[in-house]
């Protein structure tokens, strides 16, 4: 059976304005935008204490889903450390087993004076999950008189990193050797932002970009090319595009006809040599040898 304890002191039975315990949640990297909420991965959840006097500890329940979470380990936080002694060895943390863990600490012969983590706690997933709540119930802080400050309850809904969405423009026809621009301004991510654009061309030539959406290329081989974009966002999660199944059409430079050829135009001048009564046509053709015509 679970119980579910609601922690207090019996100090003096007086509620003032609600001050805060409020909440943080991190990666066991020190992250607090890529949480991990994937089967064995571990989070960890900090209750901060914030006060804009001196007090002499905490008590609150701490809730989460024990279908999904389960705890690992449990600590008193580094604002308590202020004081020689604290309540801490002689009450610890009591997690019910029920998704509830009741706290409280108290400073022996001193108080808090500044604002920071009270209590830590490193839970395990126990199965993939997008999201999850972890609230504070029933939170008090005391300050150096005794006196319990009511705490509202706090409520933090943890989900997990979501993969960028890559999204690009590329060019649909060119020639070689004319730098053309792909562009990734459509791409974004939605819980956070983006790190990187990686470009691949398709023709062996990659850049990797972290302070713009734009890049410019330019083909030297005629050809059909699939580029592609990868976008990568503050969480190391990536997102790919492909140009296809419309891929890039480079033309050889000055085939203006798109049959594979370059275009060599043909100028049909017609002079007059004022020394001479010869009247002739010059016609250059593709092996560039002149054809004289005369006019009589």
């Known amino acids: 059976m679970c119980i579910i304890a609601v922690v207090a002191f019996a100090l003096v039975s007086l509620s003032v304005s609600a001050d805060n315990l409020s909440l943080k949640v991190m990666n066991m990297e020190g992250n607090q935008n890529c949480i991990d909420l994937t089967q064995d991965a571990n989070f960890e959840v900090d209750v901060i204490v914030n006060h804009d006097k001196p007090v002499l500890g905490a008590a609150f329940?701490?809730?989460?889903?024990?279908?999904?979470?389960?705890?690992?380990?449990?600590?008193?936080?580094?604002?308590m450390h202020e004081c020689s002694s604290t309540s801490y060895s002689m009450v610890?943390?009591?997690?019910?087993?029920?998704?509830?863990?009741t706290f409280q600490d108290v400073c022996f012969?001193?108080?808090?004076?500044?604002?920071?983590?009270?209590?830590?706690?490193?839970?395990?997933?126990?199965?993939?999950?997008?999201c999850t709540n972890i609230s504070v119930t029933n939170g008090e802080l005391f300050n150096t008189s005794g006196y319990p400050i009511g705490v509202s309850n706090t409520n933090l809904k943890i989900c997990k990193n979501q993969p960028p969405i890559a999204k690009a423009v590329f060019p649909t026809c060119g020639y070689t050797d004319e730098i053309l621009m792909f562009n990734g301004n459509g791409s974004y991510d939605p819980d956070g932002s983006i790190k990187s654009y990686l470009w691949a061309f398709d023709d062996g030539y990659f850049t990797n970009i972290t302070d713009t959406w734009k890049a410019h290329h330019a083909y030297s081989i005629p050809g059909m090319y699939f580029a592609s974009l990868a976008v990568r966002d503050n969480c190391e999660a990536l997102s790919v595009t492909f140009n296809a199944p419309n891929a890039t059409c480079i033309l050889l430079s000055g085939d203006v006809d798109h049959n594979g050829l370059v275009n060599v135009y043909q100028p049909i001048p017609k002079f007059r040599y004022p020394q001479t009564s010869i009247d002739a046509n010059i016609f250059f053709i593709k092996d560039l040898e002149p054809n004289i015509e005369n006019e009589i």
Do not use: A, R
Request: net charge negative.
């Open 61 to 79: 329940n701490l809730n989460y889903d024990t279908n999904v979470l389960e705890t690992v380990l449990m600590t008193e936080g580094s604002v």
């Open 92 to 101: 610890p943390p009591n997690d019910t087993g029920c998704g509830n863990i």
């Open 109 to 130: 012969g001193g108080s808090i004076t500044k604002n920071g983590t009270i209590f830590k706690v490193t839970f395990h997933v126990k199965q993939d999950i997008n």
